[in-house]
């Protein structure tokens, strides 16, 4: 009992210490985008305002493809950047309003297609006026987009061995499941902890994948979380849901 008292403890201390921040999430409406402007407006709603953090969602193509009508605002004051948007490519100016989040060590959350969230497709000739960021994904994310499985899904995940961190507290890894396809993100940046791995039911080819990990990025060392999970039958797990609640709050400490 005093053990999980202290626990308890814990993680009411971890979850406070992030309280009222200044939180923008960038997403698009996409076919392939796993509804994420519903499912992020419903984290924002019944997760994150509730906690007393302050969220702007900046939806894509609006006006026009690839613009993200007041994202360069919305960042002047951000605390931090959730990402969950794929396949666009910001004007200049709203890319290089991105940058300076980074570079000036704010964080950063990843979700699913950020993974390619400003990588082109091969051959796709893309506007001058705009600014795709293919090294996104190497760069920052620490991680690789070379394809993905879908055999045997859904797919299991489990905590690598010796890895303990807050980010999982409150999380039942073993009620996790990856109910779409499983990114091939490997091989990992050298300075990235896997935090979950997925493994793929028997009869895929894919090998064990990390499915969400933590690193640091560039000089001002940016704080940085990114899963592959996401889809909205993962975003209807308790567990899920409370990882990315972690991560919010891993992201905002210093």
Not at 48 to 71: C, N, S
Not at 153 to 164: E, R
Not at 166 to 187: D, F, H, T, W
Not at 211 to 237: H, I
Request: no cysteine.
């Amino acid at each position: 009992m005093k053990a999980i008292l202290l626990s308890l403890a814990f993680f009411a201390v971890f979850i406070g210490a992030a309280s009222a921040a200044n939180i923008v999430i960038m997403t698009v409406e996409d076919p392939n985008n796993y509804e994420s402007p519903r499912t992020m407006r419903e984290f924002a709603e019944k997760e994150l305002k509730p906690l007393g953090h302050k969220v702007t969602i900046v939806e894509g193509d609006k006006p026009q493809m690839h613009h993200f009508a007041g994202l360069i605002e919305a960042l002047k004051d951000a605390d931090l950047l959730v990402l969950f948007s794929r396949r666009r490519f910001p004007p200049k100016e709203e890319m290089a309003a991105i940058k300076a989040h980074l570079a000036a060590g704010k964080p950063l959350l990843g979700i699913r297609t950020a993974n390619h969230a400003f990588l082109p497709k091969p051959n796709e000739v893309v506007d001058a006026s705009l600014a795709p960021w293919p090294e996104f994904t190497h760069e920052v994310l620490g991680g690789e987009n070379t394809g993905y499985e879908t055999k045997g899904l859904p797919y299991s995940v489990s905590v690598p061995a010796g890895i303990k961190t807050p980010l999982l507290e409150g999380v039942n890894v073993a009620e996790i499941r990856g109910y779409q396809s499983m990114y091939k993100v490997l091989p990992l940046a050298a300075d990235a902890t896997p935090i979950l791995i997925g493994t793929a039911q028997e009869g895929a080819s894919t090998p064990p994948q990390p499915v969400a990990w933590t690193r640091t990025y560039g000089p001002s060392k940016a704080r940085v979380f990114y899963t592959s999970l996401g889809a909205p039958e993962d975003m209807r797990s308790a567990d899920v849901r409370r990882l990315l609640l972690n991560a919010v709050v891993w992201t905002l400490q210093k």
